[in-house]
């Protein structure tokens, strides 16, 4: 069988769906119908709930066909710092950093 990876993302948090894995438990969509309908085209829209929910919704998948991911994890965790960073020498004196410095 192949195996088949849908992802659906509210631009926040990526929810991953295993349609080979799904057991048709219809825990989702009795627990969040706003996001999980599977009347619906797409059947997963993210969008209408918040993060924490659909968290809490996606943890309750018996079979593991549902998984999710945040999206500030995919880029590994990195901020883009936009701050200039200033290095101030002084004699016989410390180093002085100004600046935005992870
Ligand atoms: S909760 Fe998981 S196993 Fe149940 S219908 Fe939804 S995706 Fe499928």
């Given at each position: 069988m192949k195996d088949i990876t849908k992802k659906y993302t509210n631009g926040e948090v990526t929810i991953v769906w295993k349609p080979n894995e799904?057991?048709?438990?219809?825990i989702c969509f009795k627990g969040l119908g706003d996001v999980f309908?599977?009347?619906?085209?797409?059947?997963?829209?993210?969008?209408?709930?918040?993060t924490e929910r659909i968290i809490e919704q996606i943890k309750k998948c018996p079979s593991g066909a549902l998984s999710y991911y945040l999206n500030r994890d995919e880029s590994d965790g990195k901020i883009a710092l936009e701050a200039e960073t200033i290095v101030e020498t002084s004699l016989n004196g410390p180093l002085l950093v100004y600046g935005m410095l992870p």
């Open positions: 799904c057991i048709h438990s219809a309908d599977p009347k619906k085209r797409p059947w997963i829209t993210p969008e209408e709930s918040s």
